[in-house]
Every structure is written in C-alpha cells, then in structure tokens.
C-alpha cells in the first residue's frame, strides 16, 4: 500500500509523512511543484535517516494521486478546493484522509478561531468537491499537532478522532493513524460529524497559545472502545 | 460560601449538588418549585448520606439565588432565559456557572447535534440576559456526564474547560469544580470561547451512545497548566 500526501511539503503533511515512513510505509510526498517535492523529501530523508525509515519520494500532487493507493490531504482550507481539483481524476475511486481545519487563518483571522462554512466541515466540503469521483473522504489527523509529529521518536500521546460514511475507508485510515506510535484512532461516526472533530483545533490551539505549548491533545476518557 | 444550584432538581444540577455537598459545601438546590426542591433535597440528602456530606437544603430558584454567594445554572437551553430573568434581581453582582448545552434536543432533534445559536454560546447568551446585573458569567460543568456525577463517590477522570471574562469568578468556579475528586479544571479564556466548550458535550454524547456508556470524557494531554 502506497500512502500519497498531498500537500506534504507543510509540517502537518511533512510530519505525518516522517512518521510513516519510519513505520516502515510507503509514503509520496506530494507538491504543486515536483521539484520542491524533491527538495523537501531529500532533506526530510536526511533528517530521519538514523530511524531506518523506508525513504520518502517526492512527486507533483497529481502524480502522488495517481501511485498512491490512500491520499492524505494537508493544505489551508484556502487551498483545499483548487489542490482538489487537480487530483480528482487520479484520485477516483480511492481513500481520502482529510486533516483540513477550517480556521480564520484562512480570511486573515486569528489561528485559534473555528471558520465556519457550509457544508459545516472542511471533511464534508471535500466529499463535495470530489462528488462523482467515488472517494471515500475520512477526517482524520485534524487533532494532531504539527509539533508533536515532528517530535521522533516520542510517542504521541493523543487520541486522534476520525470520522466517514465508509467503514472500510476509516478501518484503512485507523491502520495508517495507530502505525504512529502512542496515536489512537476513535471512529466518532459519519461524515457530517467531521465539524465536532474540527472544531477541536483551534480550542487546542488557543491552549497551546495560552499555556505556551506546542503539544496540545487528548484522550477521550470513561469509554471502552474495545 | 454558599453555593446556589438553579434548576437544581434534574440529573445534572443535583449531581453537582450531591457531590459538592459531599465534599463538605454548602449547597441549596432550586427548582421552580420549594416544594419539589425539598422533596427531591430529602431523597437526595438519605441517598448521600454515608458519605457524611453537608446537608442539601431546598428553595425556589429565586430564594435560591437570594442565598448563595455563587450560582450553578443547570437547565436545558429552552429554559435558559425564562429562567434567569426569574432570578435576575437576587443574582445581582454575583458568580454564575452556566453548563447550559446548546444541543438540538432543545428543539425536538437528537441529543448528539450541536444547535446553533446567536450569540454563539449559551454561557455569552446567559451573560447577555443578565446584562445590567453585573452577573459574573463562567461557561462550567458543560463537559461533566450526569452519570459521572451520580457515580459516587468515584472520582471523575475528566478535564473540566472553563471560560469567562471575569478572573476571580473562573478562581472561585475552579475551586468548586476541584472539590469533586478527579475533576481537574483548565481555564480556556474568555467567555466568547464558550462554543469551544459546549460543542464537546454532543461529541461525547455521540460517543456514549456509540460505544455504550454514559462516562465520556476527556483528558487534555501535551500541556503543562502549573
Ligand atoms: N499544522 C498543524 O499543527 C496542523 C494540525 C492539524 C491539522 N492541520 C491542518 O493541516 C493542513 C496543513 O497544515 P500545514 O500547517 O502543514 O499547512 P501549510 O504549511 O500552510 O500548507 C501545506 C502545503 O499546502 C500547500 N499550499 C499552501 N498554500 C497553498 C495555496 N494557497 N494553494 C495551494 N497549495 C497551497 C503547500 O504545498 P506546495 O507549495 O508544496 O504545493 C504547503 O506546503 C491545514 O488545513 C491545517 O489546518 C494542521
Ligand atoms: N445531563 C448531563 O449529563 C449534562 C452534562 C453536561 C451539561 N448538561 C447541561 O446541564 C443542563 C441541565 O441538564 P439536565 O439533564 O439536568 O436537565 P433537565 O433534567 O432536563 O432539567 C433540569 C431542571 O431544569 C428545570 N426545567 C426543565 N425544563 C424546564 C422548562 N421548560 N422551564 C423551566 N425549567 C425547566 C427543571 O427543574 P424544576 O422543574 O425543578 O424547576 C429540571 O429539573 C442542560 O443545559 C444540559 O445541556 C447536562
């Protein structure tokens, strides 16, 4: 199974792409730009190499879609429908991991306040754009700092909620999220419950600002999830 | 320091009730009606009682916030208003917890969805009827299952978010909220963060119903709050 992150070459896709690849994936880090996916993945290889990791590739967003098997998703929701639309047609019929949080950033606003849009997720907003090409979108890694991926080897002590409509999509985005030590995926539900995992963020991300931290999550309490 | 549970007499409030009157406060639960508070206050009180607590006492919700130095509200979104103008006039210049949850079930529709309201919270829509009482607004006890609360005398493994404009008045909530065991208070801001907090509640009720429990809750991870 080969993962495609598109829009790898930010922290949250880097990071998640880092990560993975130390657990042993195959993961292409996409980009607009072929050649800054190859720049971005030559110095992130070097950076990781003591961990023994299976090496990162870089590729223009689109050709990401096409090899890969399971996309990951991570641009600004600004850049979330046009990123979309250029690997619709090579993204047919696959799994989509969507960690898009629709925050004010994204109009010029503060990084700790939710965006509210419509539909009322950025995970929903995604299934829209990408309707009639049969991808099965999952919300997931929204609750998952940058920071803390970035911190390897520590385990990541956080739960990291998912939800989607297609059962065997979240089980294919659980096994992706749960090879990062210390994760524990949660399926929360459908689609349409993406807006309750989304709207965690930036409540993280104004604790983080205001407790100056960088490592803010979770972990659900009171339920067996076995 | 007497606290005053408004609406006191349903799962949430005297769960409160019961647990702070355990750890040795003083505590009136009010009820539209003295004589349901008192009924509901001596069943309670025999329930309770091994656990050698303070003696709950019983009063309308106005004599109830005459009384109390600080004020718990714990009625459901659709009484919220009628509610505090009853109590408007004695609650004057007082602390007042809000742990009302905007939840659909408000308007006929299922517990686990979020209802949106203007303003964007039910703790900044309490601050706003009881403007011009220089009424104290804390959003508290939103994120705290009733079963959790009735579960005595377990500890409760679960963060409890505040919020609020006002410094001493989230002080004198953290330190109500810290007398029931487990409870760890987090000071997430000001009030207009309320959403933040009161869209987690249909995120664990979701969760609850899911998974098949009534204790959902959570634990912020990655922060140092010393
Ligand atoms: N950072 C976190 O801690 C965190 C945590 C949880 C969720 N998220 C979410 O994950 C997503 C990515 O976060 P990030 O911090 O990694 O973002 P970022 O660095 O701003 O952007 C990631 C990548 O998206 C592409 N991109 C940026 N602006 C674009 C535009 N206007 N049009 C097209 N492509 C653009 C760029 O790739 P190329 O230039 O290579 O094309 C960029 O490297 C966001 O939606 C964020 O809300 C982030
Ligand atoms: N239950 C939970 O686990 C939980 C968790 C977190 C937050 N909350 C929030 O806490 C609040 C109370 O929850 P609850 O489950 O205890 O609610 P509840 O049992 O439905 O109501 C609490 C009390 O409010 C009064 N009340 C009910 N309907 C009213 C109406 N139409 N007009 C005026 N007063 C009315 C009643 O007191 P009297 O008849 O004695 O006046 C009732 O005993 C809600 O906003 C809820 O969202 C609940």
Redesign the interface.
Same mark, same amino acid.
Not at 215 to 225: A, K, N, P, Q, W
């Given at each position: 199974m080969k993962i495609g992150i598109i829009g790898g070459t930010g922290p949250q896709g880097l990071g998640i792409a880092k990560r993975l690849a130390i657990a042993g994936e195959d993961v292409i880090v996409g980009s607009r730009k072929e050649e800054k996916a190859l720049t971005v993945v030559g110095e992130a290889n070097e950076e990781i190499k003591e961990h023994n990791p299976k090496e990162l590739v870089g590729m223009a967003n689109e050709d990401a879609a096409a090899a890969a098997d399971v996309l990951i998703l991570t641009v600004p929701l600004q850049a979330q429908s046009a990123t979309l639309k250029t690997i619709k047609e090579n993204a047919k019929g696959k799994v989509l991991l969507d960690a898009t949080v629709p925050l004010e950033t994204a109009i010029g606003g503060p990084v700790s306040n939710?965006l509210h849009i419509n539909p009322g997720s950025a995970a929903e907003r995604a299934a829209k754009i990408l309707k009639d090409a049969d991808v099965k979108v999952v919300a997931a890694f929204n609750n998952i700092?940058n920071s803390?991926l970035a911190n390897i080897p520590d385990p990541i002590?956080?739960d990291c &909620?998912i939800c989607g409509d297609d059962k065997e999509a979240k089980e294919i985005a659980s096994d992706i999220i749960e090879k990062i030590p210390g994760l524990r995926s =949660?399926d =929360?539900?459908p689609l349409n419950?993406a807006h &309750? #995992?989304e709207? #965690?963020t930036? &409540? &993280?991300i104004?604790?983080?600002i205001?407790?100056k931290?960088h490592?803010?999550?979770?972990? =659900?309490?009171? #339920?067996?999830?076995e």
């Open positions: 939710p700092s803390h002590e956080c &909620l =949660i =929360i539900g419950k &309750l #995992i709207s #965690i930036p &409540l &993280l104004g604790m983080n205001k407790f931290s490592y803010g999550g979770f972990r =659900i309490t009171g #339920i067996d999830f």
